[in-house]
């Protein structure tokens, strides 16, 4: 061997402190340190030495040399090249930290931005447990692991680390179908507009479309009045209970009716009530048929108000009513207990014996609304009246229900009054 072959050997193998054109990958030493797909620009310039130095004086093959970095901090060794404001309160924290190789592989790597797995969750999950809770609804990119579709590494002015700065621009990013539906209703839900994570984990739940609760609870979370007027309460409509509970009227997120409803409300409560229910030893008539059958219907009911009288919710009343209206045949007279038809109608129908005018139901002047109902033992409204509506003139009813029998009212209208023979007394006719 020439001596100046020899000596250039020498100086590679006993180099004590290797500069810069000092090669670490050669045919046996780090070969495999810049063979992925992905490898760090200064490493691909085999630039070892933008990060490390030889701390030592041993050789550089031999055991125990020590390549340490150029900083304590690997984070100083990465910023001398990388501008990243570590002072940034709005970072993510382990950013800010100098804790870059928790994400980042400094050689190489098979991913994007030298990161150290091959699914971005896979790095997070190292610190959040985001995704890795075992619940039964995962939303479609968090089950793949694609965080980084919604979040950024390092972070920026965003709340959370996201890619944009309104929640809702985010999901209408991908939900473009759920956007347009939304946007067509003539109203829109106040939490929607507000954000969907109001309803929605953006990540996992429990529920079904990864809501943060169901109905009721979901909704009572921000309406306790509601749950208070329905909870507890004497009469309790079982909409509110079964199936669907508040989604068996109202839609999530908008509507194109008033209250956010699937359908006018007339339509709506027709819709189960179009068949007689069980309800306990009663049966309530199917309202649809009854309707049908009973053409002249209460104003309220020609305006299609079921609400008008109902509260949907729930009441203290009987039958979901807004206002008292005795259950009974006869009750002693209290212009309390009729509340529910006073709300519409003038009180002094009742109130005044004597009348020309407050009401037709009188003989000469004669109130027989007084008659009949301001007394101890007095016949309430429904003894006489339909309140949904019926065949007769003014709602009168066929029949009433007096203990186990119909009684029939038989009442007809005249030219200037009316009659009736009803299973209370007699024919009697009056004449205004
Ligand atoms: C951008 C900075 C940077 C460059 C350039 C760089 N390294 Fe590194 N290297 C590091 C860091 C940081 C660590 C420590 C990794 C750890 O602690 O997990 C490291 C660790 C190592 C290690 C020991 C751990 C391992 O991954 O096997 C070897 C060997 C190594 N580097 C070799 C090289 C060689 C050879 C080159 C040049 C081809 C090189 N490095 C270039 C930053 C760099
Ligand atoms: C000597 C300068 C230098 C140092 C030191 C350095 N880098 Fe880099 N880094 C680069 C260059 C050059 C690029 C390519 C820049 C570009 O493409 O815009 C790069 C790119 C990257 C990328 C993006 C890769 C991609 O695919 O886009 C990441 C991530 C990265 N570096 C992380 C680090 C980390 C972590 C450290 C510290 C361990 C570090 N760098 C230290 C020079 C450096
Ligand atoms: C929590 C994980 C995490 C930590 C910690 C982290 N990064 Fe990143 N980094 C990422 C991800 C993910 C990307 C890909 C781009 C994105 O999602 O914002 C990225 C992108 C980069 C890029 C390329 C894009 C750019 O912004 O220029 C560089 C360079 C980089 N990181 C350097 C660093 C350095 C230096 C540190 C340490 C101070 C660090 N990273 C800490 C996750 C991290
Ligand atoms: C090395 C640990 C670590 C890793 C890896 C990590 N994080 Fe974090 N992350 C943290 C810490 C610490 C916080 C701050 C928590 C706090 O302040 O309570 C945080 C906070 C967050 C926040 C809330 C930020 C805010 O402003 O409220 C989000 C979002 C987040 N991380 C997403 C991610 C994503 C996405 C990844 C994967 C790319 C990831 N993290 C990887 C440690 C980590
Ligand atoms: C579809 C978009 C989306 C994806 C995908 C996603 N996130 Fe989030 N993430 C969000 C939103 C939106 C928030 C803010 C939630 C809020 O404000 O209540 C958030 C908040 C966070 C937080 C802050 C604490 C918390 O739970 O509220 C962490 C940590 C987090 N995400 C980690 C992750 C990790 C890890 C992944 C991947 C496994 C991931 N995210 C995937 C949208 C997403
Ligand atoms: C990167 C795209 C993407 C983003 C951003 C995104 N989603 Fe999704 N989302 C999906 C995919 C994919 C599915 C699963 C496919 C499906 O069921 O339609 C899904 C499913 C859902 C579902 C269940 C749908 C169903 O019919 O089962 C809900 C609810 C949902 N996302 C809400 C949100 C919310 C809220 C946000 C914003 C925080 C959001 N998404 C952001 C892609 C995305
Ligand atoms: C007030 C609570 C609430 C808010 C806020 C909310 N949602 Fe929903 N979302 C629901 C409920 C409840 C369901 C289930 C509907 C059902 O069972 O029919 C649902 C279902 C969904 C579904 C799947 C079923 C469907 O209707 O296609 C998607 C997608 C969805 N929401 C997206 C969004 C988006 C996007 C936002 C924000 C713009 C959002 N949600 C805001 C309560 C909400
Ligand atoms: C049987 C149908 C039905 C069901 C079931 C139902 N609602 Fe309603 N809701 C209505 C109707 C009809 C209105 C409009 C009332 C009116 O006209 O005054 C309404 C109005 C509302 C309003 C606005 C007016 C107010 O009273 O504050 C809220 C809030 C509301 N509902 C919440 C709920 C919640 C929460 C649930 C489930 C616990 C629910 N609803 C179940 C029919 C229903
Ligand atoms: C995050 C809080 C929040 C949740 C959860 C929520 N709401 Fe609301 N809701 C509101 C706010 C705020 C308004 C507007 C103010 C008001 O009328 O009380 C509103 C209004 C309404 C209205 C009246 C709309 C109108 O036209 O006046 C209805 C009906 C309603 N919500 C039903 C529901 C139902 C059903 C659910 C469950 C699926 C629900 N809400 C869940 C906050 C919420
Ligand atoms: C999703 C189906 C559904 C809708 C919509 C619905 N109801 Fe009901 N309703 C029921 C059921 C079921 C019962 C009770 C039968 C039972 O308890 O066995 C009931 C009972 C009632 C009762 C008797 C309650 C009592 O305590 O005496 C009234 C009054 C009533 N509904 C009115 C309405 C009105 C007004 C609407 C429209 C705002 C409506 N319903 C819409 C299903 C519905
Ligand atoms: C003018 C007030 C008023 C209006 C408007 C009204 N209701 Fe009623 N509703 C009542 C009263 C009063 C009762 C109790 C009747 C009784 O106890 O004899 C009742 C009872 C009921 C019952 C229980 C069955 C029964 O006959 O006792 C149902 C179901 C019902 N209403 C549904 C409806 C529907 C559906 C609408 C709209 C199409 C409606 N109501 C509109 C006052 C009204
Ligand atoms: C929500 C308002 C409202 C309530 C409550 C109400 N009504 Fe009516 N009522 C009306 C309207 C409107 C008319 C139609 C008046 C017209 O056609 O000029 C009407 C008409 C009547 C008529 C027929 C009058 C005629 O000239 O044909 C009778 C009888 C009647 N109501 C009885 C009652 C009784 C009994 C109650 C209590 C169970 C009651 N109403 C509760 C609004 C109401
Ligand atoms: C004994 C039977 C009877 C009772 C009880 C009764 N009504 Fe009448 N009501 C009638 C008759 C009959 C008419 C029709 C009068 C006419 O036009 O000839 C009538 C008419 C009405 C009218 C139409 C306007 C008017 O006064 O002419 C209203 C409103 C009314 N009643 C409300 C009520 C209310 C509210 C109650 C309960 C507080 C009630 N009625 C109790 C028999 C009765």
New binding site residues.
């Given amino acids: 061997m020439k001596n100046s072959i020899r000596l250039i050997l020498l100086i590679i193998f006993f180099n004590p402190l290797p500069g810069a054109a000092q090669t670490c990958i050669t045919t046996e030493c780090h070969t495999e340190i810049n063979q992925k797909q992905l490898v760090h620009v200064p490493v691909e310039e085999e630039d070892c030495q933008a990060c490390h130095e030889q701390k030592n004086k041993k050789h550089p093959k031999a055991r125990g040399a020590d390549f340490g970095l150029t900083e304590t901090d690997v984070v100083d060794v990465c910023t001398t090249c990388h501008d990243i404001d570590l002072e940034n309160p709005e970072l993510h924290k382990p950013v800010t930290e100098g804790m870059c190789l928790s994400c980042h592989n400094p050689h190489q790597s098979e991913s994007p931005y030298l990161l150290k797995e091959k699914t971005v969750s896979a790095i997070c999950v190292q610190c959040h447990d985001t995704g890795t809770r075992d619940l039964p609804h995962v939303h479609g990119p968090v089950a793949v692991g694609a965080c980084e579709v919604c979040h950024q590494g390092h972070g920026n002015m965003n709340n959370s680390l996201l890619v944009f700065k309104e929640v809702n621009d985010l999901c209408y990013d991908c939900h473009t179908i759920k956007q347009d539906e939304i946007g067509n209703y003539n109203?829109i839900?106040?939490?929607v507009e507000?954000s969907c994570v109001?309803?929605h984990d953006p990540h996992e739940s429990e529920y079904p479309y990864q809501l943060?609760?169901v109905?009721?609870e979901?909704?009572?979370?921000?309406?306790g009045a509601?749950e208070d007027m329905s909870e507890n309460v004497l009469s309790q409509h079982k909409a509110l209970k079964e199936d669907r509970t508040?989604?068996n009227?109202?839609?999530?997120h908008g509507?194109n009716y008033?209250?956010?409803?699937k359908q006018e409300t007339f339509d709506l409560c027709l819709g189960c009530h179009d068949k007689p229910m069980k309800f306990g030893r009663v049966t309530i008539p199917g309202m649809k048929k009854f309707l049908e059958k009973n053409t002249d219907w209460h104003g309220p009911i020609r305006d299609k108000d079921c609400s008008g009288c109902h509260n949907p919710h729930g009441s203290v009343n009987i039958r979901l009513l807004r206002y008292f209206y005795p259950p009974e045949f006869y009750t002693s007279f209290n212009i309390d207990k009729y509340q529910l038809c006073f709300q519409c109608h003038p009180e002094t129908n009742v109130l005044d014996k004597n009348t020309t005018k407050l009401t037709n139901f009188r003989d000469g002047t004669r109130n027989l609304h007084y008659l009949h109902v301001n007394r101890a033992k007095g016949r309430t409204c429904r003894a006489c009246h339909q309140t949904h509506a019926s065949n007769h003139a003014f709602h009168i009813r066929d029949t009433v229900p007096f203990g186990r029998w119909q009684l029939p009212i038989n009442y007809v209208a005249t030219e200037n009054g009316g009659k009736c023979s009803p299973g209370c007394h007699k024919l009697k006719e009056y004449k205004r």
Avoid at 218 to 223: A, G, K, V, W
Wanted: hydrophobic letters at 25%; a negative charge.
């Fill in positions: 109203q839900h106040d939490p507000e109001n309803c943060t609760d109905a009721p979901l909704c009572f979370s921000c309406h509601i508040c989604l009227c109202h839609l999530p509507s008033q209250y956010n409803l």
